[in-house]
T-cell receptor, first 114, second 113 residues
């Protein structure tokens, strides 16, 4: 079955510290992978995506993610977290098809300590 | 100009009522979606339309009926609302190939009392 797992429900980091949010997926085909961020009361904003090519992808707001096929992972990283990064982060997986369906992980809440 | 706009942003209603949520996108995308986000923030697809044609209809109660009058609009009508329908409903759109990802609306928080 297709699924996305974000093992960490809640993460707290200090401002200026590095961040890694984990995402593991189970998908039959070569996946499209996405990270979205949701600020309180807002919709989801696309941070970055991977569908082919270089396995290290750069996104907005200084985020990057690395696709590791052997580990079925697509972890999100940021070298230095800012207080404004506090939000909910969602990993999602999909594939080229006429349905366009994305399957989302359960999300990771990021809290940033001053 | 908002790319994907939903109305209303908040909706409080009594059990048994019928309500609609509207969604419009000005991105020229071919595909539109409704997702439900529950109280644990889990996002699950409900429906998708590609150029006015229903593509995905997940196991959603038939009290929920989507309607797409044109490819820029996707509305969600809910009959006989129940307490368990309380959630945030997100509209999204994408190009036919989702390698560019979705663009989401800001959500409609539905509270059934």
């Amino acid at each position: 079955a297709q699924s996305v797992t974000q093992p960490d429900i809640h993460i707290t980091v200090s401002e200026g510290a590095s961040l890694e949010l984990r995402c593991n997926y189970s998908y039959g085909a070569t996946p499209y992978l996405f990270w979205y961020v949701q600020s309180p009361g807002q919709g989801l904003q696309l941070l970055l995506k991977y569908f082919s090519g270089d396995t290290l992808v750069q996104g907005i707001k200084g985020f990057e993610a690395e696709f590791k096929r052997s580990q079925s992972s697509f972890n999100l990283r940021k070298p230095s977290v800012h207080w404004s990064d506090a939000a909910e982060y969602f990993c999602a997986v999909g594939a080229r098809s006429n349905t366009g369906k994305l399957i989302f992980g359960q999300g990771t809440t990021l809290q940033v300590k001053p | 100009d908002t790319a994907v706009s939903q109305t209303p942003k908040y909706l409080v209603t009594q059990m048994g009522n019928d309500k609609s949520i509207k969604c419009e996108q000005n991105l020229g995308h071919d595909t539109m979606y409704w997702y439900k986000q529950d109280s644990k923030k889990f996002l699950k697809i409900m429906f998708s339309y590609n150029n006015k044609e229903l593509i995905i209809n997940e196991t959603v109660p038939n009290r929920f009926s989507p309607k797409s009058p044109d490819k820029a609009h996707l509305n969600l009508h809910i009959n006989s609302l129940e307490l368990g329908d309380s959630a945030v409903y997100f509209c999204a759109s994408s190009q036919a190939d989702i390698n560019y990802g979705y663009t989401f609306g800001s959500g409609t928080r539905l509270t059934v009392v």
